[in-house]
């Protein structure tokens, strides 16, 4: 009979000392869960190589303990879509704003300035056909070209492009461009249509740029001039 309390007391304590775990767990649990101690991140879902533009399917919101947080964790998502890549991100990694750069941003490179569906060309200038350096990356030009026609024995010149953002003068990717020496090249987003006129512009004739108002975005229907129609 004794053995037996023994027993049942044995069982008592255990299943009190089991609800007492349990309680504690519990209370942990709610603690965590709380709104205070919890905080939204945003997670990579796939691996995102470097120098990737960030989309929505790249990129998931989950709640972490805010104990996990570190400095310059993206809580939002729009905080990091559209945004490129520095490094490899991994499944899972929360995203750091120290990993991504802003496609406007210098260190982004020329390639994230590029539109989709655009190209970049650079155009050989010197200073004539360059303004003086008086031309800005974020400026828009009219690219035209004069070239003979040896058959006709007449020198034209047309329009080959207008109203073409300038990407980069020289090596500088800076608005406005801090020249210290005489502009080289002109880099230019344009259709890829567009980058072949200039490409053949740039080989059988001469180019000159023209700069216009940043108020001004017309595109005027010109047709080629020759030094017989100029002076009619």
């Known amino acids: 009979m004794r053995n037996k309390w023994i027993f049942v007391l044995s069982l008592i304590f255990a ?6 775990v349990y309680e504690y767990l519990g209370e942990m649990k709610a603690s965590y869960t709380s709104t205070e101690n919890l905080r939204q991140v945003v997670v990579a879902k796939k691996k995102i190589p470097p120098r990737v533009i960030i989309t929505e399917d790249m990129v998931e919101v989950r709640e ?6 570190i400095e310059g964790t993206v809580t939002e998502k729009k905080s990091a879509v559209g945004k490129l890549s520095r490094s490899e991100i991994y499944p899972g990694e929360m995203l750091l704003s120290a990993k ?5 941003s210098t260190g982004a490179g020329l390639s994230a300035k590029v539109e989709p569906g655009k190209r970049a060309i650079s155009i050989p200038v010197d200073n004539v056909v360059g303004l003086h350096g008086l031309i800005n990356t974020g400026d828009r030009v009219d690219v035209i070209v004069t070239y003979a026609l040896p058959e006709q024995k007449i020198t034209v010149t047309a329009s080959v492009v207008q109203n073409v953002p300038v990407l980069a003068v020289n090596a500088s990717l800076d608005t406005p461009a801090q020249l210290k020496e005489e502009p080289k090249t002109i880099t230019l987003m344009v259709e890829p249509r567009d980058a072949e006129k200039i490409a053949l512009a740039i080989q059988q004739g001469s180019i000159q740029l023209v700069l216009r108002s940043p108020q001004d975005n017309k595109i005027n229907p010109l047709s080629p001039v020759s030094l017989q129609k100029m002076l009619e």
């Open 15 to 20: 299943l009190a000392a089991g609800y007492g």
């Open 100 to 104: 991504l750069l802003d496609r406007a």
């Open 64 to 69: 972490v303990p805010a104990a996990y947080l």
